[in-house]
């Protein structure tokens, strides 16, 4: 094998972002380097012409069999249900779907729930997953697998995104032919969703808080194999060059330099249905105490939101509102693994944190970007009286466990009301040791992320 000759498996575009625009693998000569994807060839050349990549693989398509459909629902709800016992909390249990349509589905995932009655001792969990490595192991795809990298001759396989459906079987096959192998854990809320099917040589996570978690979670994994590196997303924050020029960035999207910055980042359709109202309460109740002469609005939606459901609100308030839409690359299907940003997006959401004074969502990472530039986060925290989701809550919402690693509630400002819209955004603060804190027990050694990385695959 020849030394050092690493094969990246990016599931989705996030990929491309955090570890190739990043200094991750910069240090690595473009042929040691090879893309293992599934984009449209269209996006592969892009993304050619924004990195090192010169070499590229596709991914076989992959039918996973009933078998092995089955083992790894059973293996996520009897998580799910352990999990919850460890940690007494049932809105983890919001992350199986129990309501399918059809009557084939339906069936089978009622066998599903009868089956997980007889796995709750955490032994027969790991008696599951035993099945389920030795059922993915005889999918016609392994052995394509097995065969691509055995021609390829990498000595690493590193993923981006520990919860795709290939990444299993990959790593499968990869294990068995001696290949060293890494995965990322993807976000902070991913370890107690049952988000993690594969089985890797290396875990990387962000900081002691996740890798606590995924000890606590997934104790069959030696810690010694989970190495706290940060996340490189976080990088590109400590470095000028990615600030737009100020009359630059303020022209290019209508921004009115005496006027102060309110961004309102948006979450996906279904993390967060009502986000258009919620821009549209910030919006009526900024006029309504007068402060639009002081404030303008700058929308950045959710890059996979490709709803348009902002728009109406967006021209009804177009001296108020304005709008910095994601750079990112769109396949014709926009399906969420064939988007990916370019590096321009990168410059645009730093310049967006650098000269925004407070950021407002639902419960977004976001937080953590802006605080970056130890600028304040305004969490929403009410429901819409006309809800487009009827069993929808931001209640539900924060009781999700990522949100217990708060040192205390004072680490965001909690709007508890359209009536409160206007006075938490002037009594916004900076300096709050609370987010500070906060950001240090999930971020970890986010600026050291590229090199502790390359230790970890070296």
Known sequence: MEKNKILLLFPDGVGIRNYLFSNTFNNYKSEDLILFHGFDPQTITSIKEDTLIDNDILIPNYKESLKEKFLRELICLSRLYYNNSKVNNPTLLTNWNWKQKGLSKKIFYKLIQISSIFFKKYPSILKLEKMYQKAIRQNPFYYQVKNILSDAKVSHLFCSHQRALTAAPVFAAATDLGIKTSTVIYSWDNLPKVRLALRADNYL??????????????????????????????????????????????????????????????????????????????????????????????????????????????????????????????????????????????????????????????????????????????????????????????????????????????????????????????????????????????????????????????
């Open 205 to 458: 996570v962000w900081s002691l808080y996740m890798k606590n978690e995924l000890k606590q979670f997934y104790s069959e994994i030696p810690a010694e194999n989970i190495h706290i590196t940060g996340t490189p997303q976080f990088e590109f924050y400590d470095e000028p060059k990615n600030i737009i020029d100020k009359e630059i960035f303020y022209q290019k999207y209508n921004l009115d330099l005496n006027k102060r910055i309110i961004c309102f980042s948006g979450d996906d359709t279904k993390t967060s249905p009502d986000d258009p109202s919620y821009l549209k309460d910030i919006a009526e109740e900024i006029i309504k105490a007068n402060l639009q002469n002081e404030y303008q609005i700058l929308l950045r939606r959710c890059p996979v939101d490709f709803s348009g459901r902002f728009d109406k609100i967006v021209e009804q308030y177009k001296d108020l509102i304005k709008e910095a839409p994601p750079l990112w690359y769109f396949s014709k299907s926009k399906e969420w693994n064939t988007v990916y940003p370019t590096f321009e997006d990168v410059k645009l959401l730093v310049s967006t944190a650098f000269y925004s004074d407070i950021v407002v969502n639902v419960g977004s990472t976001m937080a953590f970007d802006f605080a970056m530039f130890n600028k304040p986060c305004i969490f929403i925290n009410y429901d819409q009286p006309n809800k487009n989701v009827k069993d929808w809550s931001v209640k539900t919402i924060y009781q999700f466990q990522h949100f217990r690693s708060m040192p205390n509630k004072k680490s965001v400002i909690w709007l508890n009301g359209k009536n409160e819209i206007a006075q938490k955004i002037v009594m916004q603060t900076s300096n709050n040791i609370d987010m500070i804190n906060w950001k240090e027990i999930i971020l970890g050694d986010y600026k050291n992320a590229s090199n502790n990385i390359r230790k970890i695959i070296n």
